[in-house]
């Protein structure tokens, strides 16, 4: 068990002017009557102490001075600080760094005491050269603040001039400390931008830490291994106790290569896909106790790592990935706050810290989630980002929790089209689907409300809706023509019975079987051998009311019956509606309104018991018959919000689809409209354009 050891420091500068320093570092946790005693110590002021002492050079190599580091710890707070294996700095300016005692290098050359646990914030910049200036130091340390949020000026107060040359020598007038590596030598290079320097010589990284308001987050991590990664335990300054999130400095890694086309992209992971290093909680307390840490990650998580992806935390989802409302079945976790409009809208479920997490975190690039019937593209609707379903079988769905093995797809959040193309095609691999070089000539725009089509029943979203269109067909070149899908099964459709009852709830029923016998028999085997007696776990009342959906109207026949009704729409569909075209991967593409099309949802709204009774809609297609759709978002309309008293503004999303295995196809195409100006990226926060 842990505990964490806080200390304040005082940090004196040559101004004579006082900053505080917070480190909060781990050690043992004593726990008692179930509850966490943390000890909290305020250090007295001690003796002086200087880490970077007489390894400091100053203005010339002629003089080696010491300046700006008066720090000021008590003797024993600082032996058991020494001892720790992380600790949580507060700068100067306010930020928060978490910094984790894994040795990336250590510099020789130091003369300092080697007792002392003080850590010095500095700044790596190399160079090929053998002579290097003050202006290039100078215009180094603009560029790396101009594009790193991890730098600032807290870490310039020594830097680290790091060069290939035997004879490096610093030329000008240069007002800061700094070393050079041909004298204080490391023991491996250093990546350019922000550390801390411990008394002994080791180089640490430094993390930021951001707090998460939105609540998106289970865990904020970092990787401790090639393949590993550890949970951090710091967490916001907030009444509600969110994770902190450790972000590395993006000058850590290399630009984009064929080897690692995601190298330094900051990602976030659902808390349904396996980890290793780190326990899966799928939001159940009893799943989270029962099982222990992963020995491995799922291998679409690995590959992220090896593409060269940052995991730097896993964010909440609905229980189990099934679909909940806020107020009525979240009961184990807080359900994500959607950041758009009056901040209490519906976040969807259930990849919904996924959603929210990247529509909130400017510092975050893109999010994973899952789509079983709507997991993915119905969080990216109400939360106004982009994300989609891709066709079935893309990309292995091993190492999840898992909800539907027959329906369960693998997909990204990003704020940008181009974005999701350029993920997407580096996750899943360029040769997974087909390239094309043309579009489809064919507009599908899906009509009857009452299963998902148009028109919407907000004016100001239609009219939005229809602008889309218009400009979509015209970039096309196409034509446009109405579909009701349930008109068009009764024209063509292979049995004589109207869509809605041939269908349903066959996917669902196809889902339910296969979680109760994939998820809910092994899952309650096990805690009862954990608990040794004849109980199941409690678990949330979506979950529960889908297991005994699963249980008590689901029989075998009934599931084999419901895979053959998939079966049947997939070939209709398929032959009938949208046939493949050899130039443009399918026929068509079919567009409807998405999400809540312009409607305020709250949060707050009281639910009756949860109910598992879908009707099939257009956004079903895509589940039936395995085909992409992704949802993308084209503006935003004003209303009147109930609990601000005054206007606010909601995302509006539209749903393109295609033909199976046209994932490529359609990526390109959005990225397309986006570079003509028809979409354009979303913003961060209440307003997304």
Not at 115 to 131: D, I
Not at 480 to 493: D, K, N, Q, R, Y
Request: glycine share 6%; hydrophobic share 40%.
């Amino acid at each position: 068990m842990v505990f964490h050891l806080r200390v304040f420091l005082v940090v004196r500068s040559s101004a004579r002017t006082s900053n505080v320093i917070n480190f909060t570092s781990r050690a043992r946790r004593k726990v008692r009557n179930g509850s966490d005693i943390y000890y909290v110590a305020n250090a007295q002021l001690g003796k002086f102490c200087n880490p970077v002492c007489a390894a400091t050079e100053h203005h010339t190599l002629a003089t080696t001075t010491m300046k700006a580091f008066n720090f000021f710890l008590a003797g024993l707070v600082a032996k058991a600080v020494a001892a720790f294996t992380e600790t949580t700095v507060t700068a100067s300016n306010g930020i928060r760094y978490y910094v984790p005692h894994i040795e990336t290098a250590k510099i020789s050359g130091l003369k300092c005491d080697g007792a002392s646990s003080v850590l010095t914030p500095f700044v790596v910049v190399s160079t090929q050269e053998s002579n290097v200036s003050t202006e290039y130091i100078k215009s180094k340390l603009a560029d790396y603040a101009a594009h790193d949020d991890v730098y600032s000026d807290y870490f310039a107060s020594l830097v680290y001039i790091q060069s290939p040359s035997c004879r490096l020598t610093m030329t000008g007038n240069y007002s800061g400390n700094y070393l050079l590596s041909s004298k204080y030598h490391a023991t491996a290079r250093l990546a350019p931008g922000p550390y801390f320097l411990s008394p002994k010589g080791s180089v640490y990284k430094a993390y930021r830490l951001y707090d998460d308001p939105q609540s998106a987050f289970t865990v904020g991590l970092i990787q401790t291994s090639e393949d590993g990664f550890s949970e951090v335990s710091a967490s916001s300054y907030s009444a509600q106790a969110e994770a902190a999130v450790p972000v590395p400095s993006r000058l850590y890694y290399s630009a984009a290569s064929d080897a690692k086309p995601l190298s330094g992209v900051r990602i976030v992971v659902k808390d349904i896909y396996h980890v290793k290093g780190l326990k899966t909680g799928a939001a159940s307390r009893e799943y989270y106790k029962l099982y222990p840490a992963r020995n491995e990650s799922a291998p679409s998580v690995q590959r992220l790592v090896e593409l060269g992806a940052v995991i730097v935390g896993k964010v909440k989802t609905s229980q189990f990935a099934n679909g909940e409302n806020p107020t009525a079945d979240w009961v184990e976790v807080l359900a994500p706050f959607n950041p758009r409009g009056d901040g209490w809208q519906y976040c969807s479920s259930s990849s919904a810290g996924s959603a929210v997490s990247i529509a909130s975190y400017d510092w975050l690039d893109a999010a994973i989630g899952t789509d079983t019937s709507g997991s993915m593209r119905f969080p990216a609707a109400y939360n106004g980002v982009f994300a989609g379903r891709q066709s079935k079988g893309g990309i292995t769905t091993d190492g999840l929790v898992p909800c539907s093995s027959t329906l369960d797809t693998l997909g990204v959040f990003t704020r940008s089209a181009e974005t999701h193309q350029h993920f997407l095609q580096a996750w899943y691999g360029m040769e997974t689907y087909k390239t094309y070089s043309a579009f489809p000539k064919k507009v599908y725009k899906v009509t009857n409300a009452t299963t998902g089509g148009f028109p919407a029943a907000v004016t100001a979203a239609q009219d939005l809706y229809d602008v889309f269109i218009d400009k979509l067909v015209d970039f096309l070149q196409a034509t446009v023509t109405e579909l009701e899908p349930s008109s068009a099964w009764l024209e063509s459709g292979p049995v004589d019975q109207e869509l809605l009852v041939y269908t349903n709830m066959s996917y669902l029923a196809v889902a339910w079987w296969e979680q109760v016998h994939l998820l809910q028999i092994p899952f309650y085997a096990d805690w009862k051998v954990y608990t040794g007696k004849d109980e199941v776990p409690k678990i949330g009342p979506k979950a529960r009311a889908s297991f005994n959906y699963g249980n008590n109207n689901v029989t075998e026949p009934r599931y084999e019956e419901s895979l053959g009704i998939l079966a049947n729409f997939t070939k209709w569909w398929s032959e009938t509606i949208n046939p493949a075209d050899a130039e443009t991967c399918s026929e068509a593409i079919y567009v409807y309104p998405a999400g809540a099309k312009g409607a305020p949802t709250y949060r707050d709204t009281y639910l009756s018991t949860p109910n598992v009774q879908v009707n099939w809609q257009i956004s079903h297609a895509a589940v039936y018959a395995g085909l992409p759709d992704y949802y993308v978002p084209i503006g935003q309309v004003e209303y009147l919000s109930r609990l601000t008293e005054v206007n606010e503004t909601l995302p509006v999303s539209i749903g393109i689809g295609a033909g199976r295995g046209c994932d490529w196809m359609l990526a390109s195409l959005l990225s397309e409209l986006e570079k003509a100006g028809i979409t354009s990226p979303v913003k961060t926060g209440e307003v997304a354009f």
